[in-house]
């Protein structure tokens, strides 16, 4: 019996061994050094605030591993040998008190998902106490212990986590300042009026969002605790907690061995890691997700894929993605090796109290082939854009705040191509808004059509008596 | 700041409230006891309670103790004489106490139902309502550090505070004769007389349902189906369960609870609610036939468009309270598998046993005969399940352990209509909650704010529809769920996602 083992019980690790155990009778060994059970790593800021229990985030009951047979392992890998297939875990010691067991372990198979960690760009005082990312399981357990003490935070970074960390801080009366190194808030990923929008929700929210502002150094005591910061602009802001979340990297340092000195040297497309695994930066996959080295593979937001497919990014670190190839390599694990194809790309979201969902593709920037319609409501709360081909008007990408929308419709529309004047008019079948919500489908097409000088009427309407009859 | 000022009005309009129990001075007179026992016992009582008689009581306490001792010595010569006729009962108790009160509640009946029930409103509205300046949305901070919903001190001092009053409620109302002399001046306002146990019970249920379905459309305000599905709770408590009947009684009419119905209403078929519809003319054939055609044709056709929601969570009194008073503990309710499977056993055994009971109630009634299939007792039958399902389990554990295992206990765990509307609900319904896609992150607040204690996450990871005979489609998770992944909808019976499909939406490697 093959003996398949996983390093990392995140959403991609847990999702391969789901996948395998349906699929196969194999033996399966999950690792993790963060938690005995695998936990959802997006709802630990509701634990923070109080609305849930740590117990909560676990998906699975603690009895399904048993009776599952997926035999879980809590350790930090030390160590991979390749060549003899075996993992060396760490030894206790006293920066890793949870870490109980040494020895080793050998595998058939070995699925990498570590995971990523956050970024840290070597600012001066970035380790002093008080500083800290929020990744990990270890992270909400720091952040417990820092933070009934403080007044006054600054979050460096303005991506989902940044947000989620002032809305944390925020919600125990922390007086949270948010520097974001663009002039409006997440604009390099979407587009102005989205990021206006969201940028005056986030103030809204009472939290102080500094734009144009970038961390210079963070000041400390003679404690080694964090006193303040200093932007680049010279202002120097009082706090007793940095948050850093100025996003993630693969979490990779198990595989890396020093590589001499780099300056001068042309970078190169990528070095060779612990046992020769190839690694820029992240583990480098091919679109099988099989790293270089045979029987081991790497899945999530460790990953780094040498060819994406056409419209997506080498490192694309999302809890989707990253369920995604979970659900791939099990495939190719239990005997039909099969490709990485993720479908119409999707992400979501929550800023405060306004939900984000985006389906296809829709960048900050508008590429020049492209065509976009942009409705917002009067309230400033709801908007949704359509992006399409100037060519043949196929919608390619859509935004959406404050409305729900249906996916698999969408999912639907961008991959066959669907015109934008059949979208609209058809609009409300993508409505997964609950009942009695306003609906704004008519009031979008009217947009449209003075636009665009065209007449289109709406085909359906969502009504509850229409769907119940 | 304004919202501290209502806290505490409302603690000390509370304390109050409590402190009027041992408020009165207590005579009890010859006329008393003349009023309230029947000729044959009145000579006995006499006797046994001639040590009472005349006294002054200063202690509310002792004077109730001592008149209850003495009538369940009574009640003991009376078993033993198999005269059954002749036996005593709570609310002949209560009604005693009542009339032997004298001092400044009784003198001041209005002024003091100001200053408890007055106080205790204003207080909490002062708390409820400044949250509407907050921006609207999702608010669930901080309920998990709270001592009241996390079964800490404040949590089980609350569950204590409702088991107490449902035992004095169901089994000894003379303990709490003083609240029922509180509520008197809008009794008399209502129906011109003074006010029962089961109307003061009334009034203090529709009173939480008021106020704290205000608390729960301030919280829940962005969403319209939660602010509709309120105000129709709110209205069916106040209007139809607890003004209506009053109403008919005043009308000389047999009174009821339009919306209420069997076998939630187990006493439905009993032999003396029958005879008085029977007896009433024709304005009590249409309750009897409404009251049928309720559960034999309303439900099955109501579940089957809407699921079971149209009752559970629109309509039912018991619900109603679940949803407003009961929905700071909605967290608390178990989610593990072990709970399904006890539930599963609990709820259909309870409605097993409506039935059965029932069945022999009407057998009694037809016949004459006290015993069903020659061995099954059918009064020993209804009076158990009056004790044991009536009172015990719907009232003092259902309502009871709100704060303890969550809002929902009775409805999930006891109530037979529940488990009827909910077989209808899974095998023959459009409704379902439907999950988007493979939008779900798996982060459990669904699970979590489900009072039904349904795992909704489970469902929704995996892309399966969630089809739950238990489900009251509240539609909490549904606002929880940051991501908008779950919605309540109707549609084609035949189109519920009930196995959940190989991989998610999303992926589109070959198969």
């Known amino acids: 019996m093959q003996h398949v083992v996983i390093i990392g019980n995140g959403i991609s690790g847990i999702t391969a061994a789901r996948h395998i155990r349906k699929q196969s009778d194999c033996k399966i060994t999950v690792i993790s050094g963060e938690t005995d059970h695998f936990f959802s790593r997006t709802a630990l800021m509701y634990v923070y605030m109080g609305q849930m229990k740590f117990e909560h985030t676990k998906p699975y009951e603690d009895w399904f591993w048993e009776k599952n047979r997926i035999e879980l392992k809590r350790a930090w890998v030390k160590t991979i040998d390749f060549e003899e297939k075996k993992l060396y875990f760490r030894l206790p010691n006293n920066i890793d008190k949870e870490a109980k067991i040494g020895g080793s372990i050998s595998y058939d198979k070995l699925i990498l998902a570590l995971g990523s960690t956050p970024n840290k760009f070597g600012w001066k005082g970035q380790n002093l106490a008080g500083v800290q990312g929020l990744y990990s399981y270890q992270d909400l357990k720091s952040l417990e212990e820092t933070t009934p003490r403080i007044k006054k935070a600054v979050i460096v970074g303005g991506g989902l986590i940044g947000v989620e960390l002032a809305e944390m801080l925020h919600s125990r009366g922390i007086e949270v300042t948010f520097l974001v190194r663009e002039n409006s808030f997440w604009n390099t990923v979407i587009p102005p009026e989205e990021s206006t929008l969201i940028s005056r929700h986030i103030k809204e929210n009472h939290i102080n969002i500094k734009f144009s502002s970038e961390l210079d150094e963070i000041i400390g005591d003679e404690n080694g605790q964090v006193k303040a910061i200093k932007t680049k602009n010279g202002d120097e802001i009082e706090c007793q907690f940095v948050g850093l979340t100025v996003g993630v990297n693969p979490n990779i340092s198990l595989l890396k061995v020093p590589q001499g000195n780099m300056i001068g040297r042309e970078k190169p497309a990528f070095v060779l890691g612990v046992g020769g695994i190839k690694l820029n930066l992240g583990i480098l996959v091919n679109e099988y997700l099989e790293t270089n080295i045979p029987d081991v593979y790497a899945i999530g937001d460790c990953v780094e894929h040498e060819n994406p497919q056409k419209g997506r990014k080498k490192l694309e670190q999302i809890w989707y993605t990253g369920r995604i190839m979970g659900e791939t390599i099990a495939r190719t694990i239990t005997g039909k090796r099969t490709k990485y194809q993720p479908g119409v790309f999707f992400n979501s979201a929550k800023f405060f109290d306004i939900e984000y969902q985006t389906f296809g593709q829709v960048p900050a920037e508008l590429p020049e082939d492209t065509k976009t319609f942009y409705w917002e409501h009067s309230s400033g709360r709801i908007c949704v854009r359509i992006n399409y081909t100037a060519e043949n008007q196929a919608v390619t990408g859509m935004n959406t705040f404050g409305i729900r929308m249906r996916h698999e419709v969408w999912d639907e529309w961008i991959s066959s191509a669907k015109r934008i004047e059949y979208v609209l008019e058809n609009l409300s079948k993508a409505n997964f808004d609950p009942e009695f919500f306003k609906q704004h489908e008519a009031e979008i097409l009217k947009k449209y059509n003075t636009e665009t000088g065209s007449s289109l009427t709406l085909k359906s309407k969502k009504g509850i008596f229409s769907k119940i009859f | ?511």
Not at chain 2, 64 to 70: I, K, V, W
Not at chain 2, 184 to 204: C, H, Q, T
Not at chain 2, 238 to 250: D, G, K, R, V
Not at chain 2, 464 to 470: L, M, P, Y
């Open chain 2, 1 to 511: 700041m304004l919202q501290k000022l209502g806290l505490i009005i409302f603690i000390a309009a509370f304390g109050l409230f409590i402190g009027t129990l041992g408020m009165n001075n207590y005579t009890l007179t010859d006329e008393i006891l003349e009023k309230n026992f029947k000729e044959e016992a009145l000579f006995d009582a006499k006797i046994e309670l001639a040590s009472m008689v005349d006294q002054s009581y200063s202690n509310s306490y002792t004077f109730t103790n001592e008149l209850s001792e003495g009538i369940k010595q009574l009640n003991k010569v009376y078993n033993a004489q198999q005269a059954w006729d002749k036996k005593i009962y709570e609310d002949t108790i209560l009604s005693i106490v009542k009339s032997s009160a004298n001092g400044y509640l009784v003198d001041n009946k209005g002024f003091m139902f100001f200053l408890t029930f007055g106080m205790a409103i204003f207080g909490a509205l002062l708390f409820i309502l400044p949250e509407a300046q907050k921006p609207a949305g999702i608010k669930n901070n901080g309920i998990y550090f709270n001592p009241a919903m996390t079964r800490k001190w404040l949590g089980i001092c609350i569950g204590t505070f409702f088991i107490s009053f449902y035992i004095a409620l169901y089994f000894k109302p003379q303990y709490i004769a003083n609240w029922t002399m509180l509520i008197d001046p809008v009794s008399k306002l209502i129906n011109g007389g003074e006010a029962s146990r089961w109307f003061m019970y009334g009034f203090l249920y529709t009173i939480s349902v008021l106020v704290m379905g205000i608390r729960y459309i301030i919280k829940y305000r962005h969403s319209k189906y939660q602010i509709i599905r309120t105000l129709s709770i709110m209205f069916f408590q106040t209007c139809i369960a607890f003004i209506l009947p009053e109403i008919m009684s005043n009308l000389n009419l047999p009174s009821a609870d339009l919306k209420n119905m069997w076998p939630l209403d187990y006493s439905f078929f009993f032999n003396y609610r029958l005879d008085k519809l029977l007896t009433s003319g024709a304005f009590g054939i249409f309750l009897l036939v409404w009251g049928i055609a309720l559960f034999v044709v309303g439900v099955p056709v109501m579940v089957y468009f809407f699921g079971k929601r149209w009752y559970c969570s629109w309509v039912c009194g018991c619900g109603g309270l679940a949803e407003t008073l009961g929905d700071p503990f909605r967290q608390l309710s178990d989610k593990s598998l072990k709970a399904w499977k006890i539930e599963r056993y609990l709820i259909h055994g309870v409605l097993a046993f409506a039935i059965i009971m029932t069945i022999g109630v009407l057998y009694t009634y037809f016949t004459g005969s006290y015993t069903l299939l020659g061995f099954i007792p059918t009064e020993s039958l209804k009076s158990s399940y009056g004790f044991l399902i009536g009172s015990i389990f719907s009232g003092v554990v259902g309502t009871g352990f709100y704060p303890l295992m969550g809002n929902r206990v009775w409805c999930r765990f006891g109530c037979p209509l529940a488990a009827y509307l909910g077989i209808i609900q899974r095998f023959k319904s459009k409704f379902r909650i439907t999950t988007n896609g493979g939008q779900c992150i798996s982060c459990g607040n669904c699970s979590t704010h489900c009072e039904m204690g349904i795992d909704v996450r489970a469902y929704a990871q995996k892309g399966q529809d969630i089809v739950r005979s238990s489900c009251v489609g509240c539609g909490v998770c549904s606002a929880v769920c940051p991501r908008g992944v779950l919605n309540l909808e109707n549609a084609e019976t035949d189109s519920r996602i009930m196995i959940a499909p190989d991989v998610l939406l999303g992926n589109l490697m070959e198969k």
